[in-house]
């Protein structure tokens, strides 16, 4: 099975600030990447897929990039509904795995 | 409108069974592939199963695989999860996705039901 990482588990920050999450695969997986956002007690929501297109409806502060084995999500100028949990997701072969998510929290 | 809703979680004793549907609407289910994603209290997602648009090919992950069963039935818009021999560790939110073939990611959730194995 292919094992994605995320760094960090969890991270601090400030409305206005720009986010930075990695993910990185165990082997090579294209660009079958794909990023969810999940906030407490509701069902993830697919932000970014193909590792670097924007999901529709997803606002433009959320950007994808990466190949390969490691990906990059950024999120510019963090926004109050922007506090939750993200997850990258590989979809290059099955059994599709996770990461183990990142908790945006506020500083 | 799509939703996909989620039912027949709830509490079972270690070594019961429980059948999840997962009720679709709003799409041509007959054209998609469903998964089920599990998240344990207080843990991430993880991946179960998936089955693709016929019902002719299924994909589980190995925890479960000999103890849950998918399935589908495309004449009712709905998907299934047969859970027998279950687990403590089976303890989870499970959340019913789609993805179209060929569009590999899940681009609509249901908001999941609750399963609790306790004795």
């Known amino acids: 099975d292919i094992q994605m990482t995320q760094s960090p588990s969890s991270l601090s920050a400030s409305l206005g600030d720009r986010v930075t999450i990695t993910c990185r695969a165990s082997?090579?997986?294209?660009?079958?990447l794909n990023w969810y956002q999940q906030k407490p007690g509701k069902a993830p929501k697919l932000l970014i897929y193909?590792?670097?297109t924007l999901q529709s409806g997803v606002p433009s502060r959320f950007s994808g990039s990466g190949s390969g084995t490691d990906f990059t999500l950024t999120i510019t100028t963090l926004q109050p509904e922007d506090f939750a949990t993200y997850y990258c997701?590989?979809?290059?072969?099955?059994?599709?795995?996770f990461g183990q998510g990142t908790k945006v929290e506020i500083k | 409108e799509v939703q996909l809703v989620e039912s027949g979680g709830g509490l079972v004793q270690p070594g019961g069974s429980l059948r999840l549907s997962c009720a679709a609407s709003?799409?041509?289910?007959?054209?998609?592939?469903m998964h089920w994603v599990r998240q344990a209290p207080g843990k991430g997602l993880v991946w179960v199963s998936r089955?693709?648009?016929?019902?002719?090919?299924?994909s589980y992950v190995d925890s479960v695989k000999g103890r849950f069963t998918i399935s589908r039935d495309n004449a009712k818009n709905t998907l299934y999860m047969q859970m027998n021999s279950l687990r403590a560790e089976d303890t989870a939110v499970y959340y019913c996705?789609?993805?179209?073939?060929?569009?590999?990611?899940?681009?609509?959730w249901g908001q999941g039901t609750p399963v609790t194995v306790s004795s």
């Open positions: 996705a789609r993805h179209f073939p060929a569009k590999q990611w899940l681009d609509y």
């Open positions: 709003g799409f041509t289910f007959s054209s998609y592939w």
């Open positions: 089955i693709n648009s016929d019902g002719s090919s299924t």
């Open positions: 082997q090579s997986i294209g660009n079958y």
């Open positions: 193909a590792a670097s």
């Open positions: 997701q590989q979809t290059y072969s099955t059994p599709w795995t």
